[in-house]
């Protein structure tokens, strides 16, 4: 599996910015993307993720309401594009973001254990 992130770039705080995760490679046909996120010093955390069976999603409390994560409306069960609309971003949201795909076996969609595969990241810089 390939997974590679674009998007990201330097945003005023309150700004927006949409990522892109291309996925490729898939095998299986049962598989979740998520996408986490880690600021210099800090653990990586998970932020959003969605399912290629039902599209279901779900998110970290912080972003409720302001992140929307999606999927291309491919056919194909091979390869994927996802996408994190990022809206009122805040400066300590500042981080690396990454995309990462597997089939989870169930502890939490957000949890980074649960994913083998995954991008080289995409940096978002959130200004005060």
């Known amino acids: 599996v390939e997974l590679v992130e674009s998007g990201g770039g330097k945003v005023q705080a309150g700004g927006s910015l949409r990522l892109s995760c291309a996925a490729s490679g898939f095998i299986f046909d049962d598989y979740t993307i998520g996408w986490f996120h880690q600021a210099p010093g800090k653990v990586r955390e998970g932020v959003s993720c969605i399912s290629s069976i039902d599209g279901s999603t779900y998110y970290r409390d912080s972003v409720k309401g302001r992140f929307t994560i999606s999927s291309d409306n491919t056919e194909s069960t091979a390869e994927r594009t996802v996408y994190l609309e990022m809206n009122d971003l805040k400066p300590e949201e500042t981080a690396i973001y990454y995309c990462?795909?597997?089939?989870?076996?169930?502890?939490?969609?957000?949890?980074?254990?649960?994913?083998?595969?995954w991008g080289q990241g995409t940096q978002v810089t959130v200004s005060s």
């Open positions: 990462a795909a597997d089939t989870l076996e169930g502890y939490g969609c957000i949890l980074d254990f649960e994913y083998g595969a």
